[in-house]
């Protein structure tokens, strides 16, 4: 296998100083994750120092170490790429990485659906020629760097996820990443506590457009309310080719029809005046959008729409963002909608639908378990109680809560739907384990920092779940 990086490679990247000779066939930042033969990043982080972490990288293979400075307890003869800075390192290595590339680049930003669009990239891209994407949600000021730094040269395609919770993180990562297609997969209140107003948000997303390549086009959602923004700061950054998606007509990719079942969703859909149809694992009008996306981008690329539309269907929806998990119970089973990995007014709402849309078996129940909603700013707690709306147009049974703002959405309700509410997810925990039965349809969401993966544990713990 080709080297990803050499020393003399990555010591010109970052203008450092290789103790040894080396080849490193990837990178790395966590010793627990580290390969044998990858390139380990001493980053210093929020009370940890990855130079702390260099001798346990070494004894398990790694081809070499980027520091800083030279750990006393990694041994004499252990190779190194000295740098000034390895944060900055990193970057370099990404800039690097970037500049060698000879594939078409993509770009994905925006409120919510990131990560499921990039997944859905990969697959599409894929059907196409060689495609890299970013590990996980790896989508922030080391993410994307450490993500870049390990794209291979002659892939054909590349899927980045870029995000941001402050401004100028956007037009910093994004001119790491120079995309060729710049694809804003949805504008919503998230982040709220930092930039005060949804135009703020939209504004900030759009220094996405600002990294574009000469030539490079943008990908905007039809149907928000912040499009007509987005089109005038792109156009701001020079952009010339701007594509939308979504159900709006004149769309230049729209959503035709739409037909659903428990776990998967069958497409029609127009595409640059092509007609496909699209078949993936997952359900929701949200999945909809992600995928109308996802061929846009293909066409934008000028690859094959139904070539992509045939590789996405085996596109199911990814653990916390979607994904069912089947819960053995006496009597029969009850099914989990796992979105507990982040959540935002928009995205509850779309979480919520999919549970509406849901059929409980006999004697069953729509259960939603919802967790805070964080980073809302001052209106946190309207914001919450304002779901109460669609916890009613979902048909939604009982509602379990937990956290300060979600009490808001719970005080809300009438009694009939109060399942019980708790300062934290383990508070409310055992309540939800107690409460399932079999036939019951149950929907965990909260942000990320809600810990609803908590809820998910125990009643997977209860029950072996798979």
């Avoid at 702390?52 to 070494?58: P, S």
């Avoid at 750990?71 to 390895?86: C, E, H, I, M, Y």
């Avoid at 909608?337 to 919520?352: F, G, K, Q, V």
Wanted: aromatic share 4%.
């Amino acid at each position: 296998m080709n080297a990803l990086w050499t020393s003399q490679d990555a010591a010109a990247a970052t203008l450092g100083r290789a103790s040894h000779t080396f080849e490193a066939h990837g990178v790395s930042i966590d010793t627990r994750t580290l390969k044998p033969g990858e390139l380990f990043v001493a980053l210093k982080g929020d009370g940890r120092d990855g130079h702390d972490f260099v001798a346990a990288a070494i004894a398990r293979g790694a081809a070499a170490a980027m520091v800083s400075r030279l750990p006393s307890d990694a041994g004499q003869d252990a190779p190194f790429l000295l740098v000034a800075n390895t944060q900055r390192g990193l970057e370099d290595l990404g800039r690097a990485a970037r500049a060698r590339a000879v594939g078409r680049i993509v770009g994905v930003t925006g409120s919510a659906g990131k990560t499921t669009t990039k997944e859905m990239l990969r697959l599409a891209l894929g059907a196409l020629g060689s495609t890299y994407a970013s590990a996980s949600s790896y989508n922030n000021h080391w993410g994307v760097p450490l993500s870049l730094a390990q794209l291979p040269a002659a892939q054909a395609f590349g899927v980045f996820e870029i995000g941001m919770n402050h401004f100028g993180e956007v037009r910093t990562l994004a001119g790491f990443v120079r995309p060729d297609i710049a694809l804003v997969t949805t504008i919503a209140p998230a982040h709220l506590e930092y930039f005060g107003s949804i135009e703020a948000i939209a504004d900030a997303k759009s220094e996405i457009f600002e990294g574009l390549s000469p030539g490079g086009t943008a990908l905007l959602p039809a149907d928000n309310d912040c499009t007509a923004r987005l089109f005038e700061r792109a156009r701001q950054a020079g952009v010339n080719r701007i594509l939308t998606f979504g159900e709006t007509q004149g769309s230049d990719a729209r959503l035709i029809s739409r037909s659903e079942s428990a776990e998967s969703m069958r497409l029609e859909a127009e595409v640059l005046g092509r007609r496909c149809n699209v078949r993936i694992g997952a359900a929701g009008a949200h999945m909809a959008h992600n995928a109308l996306a996802t061929l846009l981008a293909v066409a934008a690329l000028e690859g094959d729409i139904v070539d992509a539309a045939a590789a996405l269907a085996s596109f199911a929806a990814l653990k916390g963002r979607g994904a069912r998990i089947a819960l053995p119970l006496p009597g029969g089973s009850a099914e989990i909608i796992d979105e507990s990995y982040n959540a935002n007014p928009a995205s509850m709402r779309a979480a919520l639908a999919l549970l509406g849309s849901a059929n409980p078996g006999v004697e069953g129940r729509r259960i939603a378990v919802l967790g805070d909603m964080l980073e809302l700013g001052s209106e946190s707690s309207l914001l919450h109680a304002k779901l109460s709306g669609a916890v009613e147009e979902a048909g939604t049974d009982l509602v379990f809560a937990c956290g300060r703002d979600m009490r808001a959405l719970f005080d809300a309700l009438p009694a009939s739907r109060r399942g019980a509410w708790g300062e934290t997810s383990s508070a409310i925990a055992s309540q939800v384990v107690r409460s399932s039965r079999a036939g019951d349809v149950i929907l965990i969401k909260g942000s990320l920092g809600s810990r609803m993966a908590v809820i998910l544990d125990a009643l997977k713990t209860r029950e072996g779940a798979r």
